[in-house]
């Protein structure tokens, strides 16, 4: 997840006597905290992070895969967004209780955005829903793997660090335009050959319909509570926007947008039929083929190993960096800002990347959102405990879910666009050898609608340049073994033309 502002609030430094097991074992008085500053810090994680129960459907729910198949075996788009919302309150919930209990950390955890979009429009398209999940558990096998053993640090150092702020910048611009283009504010040139530009604004040139509009007002609206910095901003702008879109539609009748209804709404209008509550559906839960893609997707075996590593890419360095900081504002880091517990943390972590997989919502990371709850005094495990807790709860509310348009809920996008571009500073532009490649792993990303290809892009540059200013020392092997393998995995589908 990208990072976020942290919000430090004063909170009572006197360590309060032992109350009991409860005290003892997640150490609540040792690190100077409270039952109630837990509670509190638990509920307000919750409330900061809950959009993304609303998120995930729609990111997961409307792309189809090579089948034709939406997520959920079913051939009606948005038709399982009630099933993908149960199994991520589901994942999210068991494995933050997972993490406070385990580790006892003040984390929660839940479906990653960027991850999601990445399995749908890089993963999903070119095989199908199972088979793209299968490779999110691979993802999540290899990287608790690489923890057991400790190679995780070792690859981690492999990469230059200025090219992973630029994954992270690059996912960012990625999902802005994917909560741009769900809401139909930014719209496809159909035919690219006759037409100047690949996009435009809105429809022909301009904003047409009421339910743009609508999606304008809600980034507005979550822009002035970010800035505010009122407590679950994002959530109760979707909320709020998602009233307006319901009342809009009631009067107006838009419907669905297509191409005699250009004004209506982008995925679905919002409606108020069907039921609110009801048992959780989790007709998603082990719908995963582990070995699937490796013969349905384009490319085989290895672009599968290269889409399994580009997952892994974007997975892998964002939960050390997440910990770490979280652990710094609670003040449990030590001489040299180490986290306690750092390895059951990481091990949870891989842990909910294979969950999310196998629930198919996608892998699950931790998330820096819980630096809001760290602000309000959280400093252990109950913490966490509290937030999966209310996770579940919410399970029983996912119907509600189908109520609410993509153009209450993709601003959300559009924000998290902006906080994972802030990373943007992290890189030194005027070192050429790194910015370049940075450069290009960036817009690559956005400009094809393919975070894998801006990976490869960056890594592919990276090493040529090194190669070419005589620094060959400075490519570790593994970026020489990976940039290798980009290259073959574009220039594949020319080579194999041509052979055949």
């Not at 539609?249 to 419907?255: L, R």
């Not at 937030?387 to 348009?405: C, D, E, H, R, Y």
């Not at 892009?457 to 393998?485: E, M, N, Q, R, S």
Request: negative net charge.
């Amino acid at each position: 997840m990208p990072s976020l502002r942290l919000v430090s609030n004063d909170v009572d430094q006197k360590a309060t006597p032992p109350v009991g097991g409860l005290d003892r074992f997640f150490k609540i008085s040792e690190r100077r905290s409270t039952v109630g500053q837990e509670v509190r810090g638990g509920l307000v994680t919750f409330l900061t992070m809950a959009y993304i129960i609303i998120l995930n459907p729609l990111i997961l729910g409307f792309v189809p895969d090579s089948e034709g198949m939406y997520l959920g075996g079913n051939a009606d788009p948005g038709s399982g967004l009630a099933a993908i919302a149960a199994g991520t309150a589901l994942i999210a919930g068991l494995l933050t209780i997972a993490m406070g209990a385990a580790a006892n950390f003040p984390l929660a955890l839940a479906a990653g955005l960027g991850l999601n979009a990445f399995v749908a429009n890089s993963i999903a398209r070119q095989s199908t829903w199972e088979d793209a999940m299968g490779l999110v558990v691979l993802e999540g096998i290899v990287i608790l793997l690489l923890v057991m053993t400790g190679f995780r640090k070792a690859v981690f150092h492999a990469v230059p660090q200025q090219l992973k702020v630029a994954i992270s910048v690059g996912i960012g611009l990625f999902i802005a335009l994917v909560g741009f283009v769900d809401a139909r504010a930014v719209t496809r040139i159909p035919d690219e050959f006759t037409t100047t530009v690949p996009v435009q604004l809105g429809v022909g040139g301009h904003l047409t319909g009421w339910p743009v509009l609508i999606f304008c007002l809600g980034l507005l609206l979550m822009i002035a509570l970010w800035v505010r910095n009122v407590r679950g901003a994002i959530l109760i702008a979707i909320v709020i926007t998602t009233v307006v879109a319901v009342v809009a539609e009631a009067i107006g009748n838009f419907g669905t947008a297509s191409p005699e209804n250009p004004g209506g709404w982008s995925l679905r209008a919002p409606t108020l039929e069907g039921d609110l509550f009801g048992l959780p559906d989790f007709s998603t839960l082990f719908q995963f083929n582990l070995f699937g893609a490796f013969s349905s997707i384009e490319g085989g075996v290895l672009a599968a190993i290269l889409l399994v590593f580009s997952l892994l890419l974007a997975d892998f360095f964002d939960t050390m960096g997440t910990m770490t900081a979280i652990g710094a504002e609670a003040g449990l880091n030590d001489e040299e800002g180490v986290p306690p517990n750092a390895q059951r943390i990481l091990i949870v972590d891989s842990v909910a990347a294979i969950a999310g997989g196998a629930a198919g919502v996608s892998s699950n990371t931790s998330y820096i959102e819980s630096a809001s709850g760290v602000g309000e005094g959280a400093r252990t495990g109950l913490a966490s405990i509290v937030t999966g807790l209310l996770f579940l709860v919410v399970m029983f509310f996912t119907p509600l879910v189908s109520l609410i348009p993509s153009e209450a809920a993709v601003p959300a996008l559009v924000l998290v666009g902006f906080l994972m571009m802030q990373q943007v500073t992290e890189i030194d532009w005027r070192d050429v050898e790194l910015a370049i490649p940075a450069f290009l792993t960036i817009v690559v990303m956005p400009f094809t609608y393919s975070i894998s290809a801006g990976i490869g892009a960056g890594f592919i540059t990276f090493v040529l340049i090194k190669l070419v200013v005589g620094k060959v020392k400075d490519i570790h092997p593994l970026l020489w073994l990976v940039a290798v393998l980009f290259v073959v995995y574009f220039a594949y589908t020319p080579i194999s033309g041509w052979v055949n």
